[in-house]
């Protein structure tokens, strides 16, 4: 990165709220040139080294911090740029560049890449589809498998957390109504039913 590119950047980040140093550490010989996203990013909801996200890549002894689950991690011994997940993509294709602002764009509708997907957690990072071939079918996959695996994202209350925001604009005809959530509403299992178990 060119210096004024990086000096119109910082001001960017600044404002932003994550600079230079959160991912990189302060400049010296503790300086990272090639941050892991999971140093930050450190699990789900039910496994994380203290939170699902952190606002500083360093741990307080100012080393890069190990994360206590890898569901969100580049895989060992590759750098961001190569590493590849959900059906071999790189997870550039669905996050984009680092560097960009914010820093990291979500893909997160089926759509734009299958026609229909039947899976419960088949998805990204264990995700499940979405829209109203969802709102059918989860029932049944709680059901069946019970809605534990549901709170890693959901939450150990099952009232939503940062990994179970909606990704758009959302709106959905069901029996309990007409819900709609706006764009980034963490969804829990009570933003419909009347507690975790269905009423
Ligand atoms: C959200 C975290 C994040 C922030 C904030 C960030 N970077 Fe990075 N940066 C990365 C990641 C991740 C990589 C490595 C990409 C890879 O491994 O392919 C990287 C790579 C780099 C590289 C290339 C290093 C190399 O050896 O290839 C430079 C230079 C760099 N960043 C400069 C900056 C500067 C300057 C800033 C502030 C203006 C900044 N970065 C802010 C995450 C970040
Ligand atoms: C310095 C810690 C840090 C690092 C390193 C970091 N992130 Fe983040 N990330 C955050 C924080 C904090 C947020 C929440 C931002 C907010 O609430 O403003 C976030 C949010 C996100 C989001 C959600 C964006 C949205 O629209 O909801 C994605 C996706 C993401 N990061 C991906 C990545 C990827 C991919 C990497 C590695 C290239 C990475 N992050 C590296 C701290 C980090
Ligand atoms: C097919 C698209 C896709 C690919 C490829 C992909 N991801 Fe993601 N990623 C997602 C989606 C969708 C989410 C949002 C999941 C959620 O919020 O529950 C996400 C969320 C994230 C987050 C943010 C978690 C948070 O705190 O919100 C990180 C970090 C991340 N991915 C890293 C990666 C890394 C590293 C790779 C490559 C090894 C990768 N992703 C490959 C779609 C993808
Ligand atoms: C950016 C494109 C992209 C997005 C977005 C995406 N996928 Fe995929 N997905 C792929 C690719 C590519 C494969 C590998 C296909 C193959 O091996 O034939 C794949 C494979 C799968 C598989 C393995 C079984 C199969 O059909 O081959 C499942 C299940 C799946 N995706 C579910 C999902 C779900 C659910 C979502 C949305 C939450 C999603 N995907 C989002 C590109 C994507
Ligand atoms: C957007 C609204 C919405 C959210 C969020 C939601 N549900 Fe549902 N749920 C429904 C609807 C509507 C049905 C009935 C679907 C059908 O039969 O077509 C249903 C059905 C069910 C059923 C089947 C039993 C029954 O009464 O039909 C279970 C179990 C269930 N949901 C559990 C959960 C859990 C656990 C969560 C959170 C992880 C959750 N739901 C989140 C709307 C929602
Ligand atoms: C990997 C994280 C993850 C897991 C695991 C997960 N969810 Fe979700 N869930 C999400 C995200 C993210 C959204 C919001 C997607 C959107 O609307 O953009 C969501 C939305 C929903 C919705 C509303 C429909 C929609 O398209 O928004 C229902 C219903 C739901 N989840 C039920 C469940 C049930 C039941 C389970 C367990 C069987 C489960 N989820 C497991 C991340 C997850």
Known sequence: MCLLAALAWRSLAAAQG???????????????AAPLCQSCHTGTALRNSGRIRFRSAMDESGKPRQAADATFGVPLNLRYAQATGHGGLKCVTCHGEPHQQPHARVLADCAPCHQKVDTIEGGPHGLHPLGEQWIAAHGLAVDEAGAAACRKCHGTDERGTVLSRAQAERRFQTRYGEKRFARGTPIGCYSCHAGPSPA
């Open 18 to 32: 994550l600079a230079c140093d959160a991912c990189h550490g302060s400049p010296g010989p503790g300086r990272v």
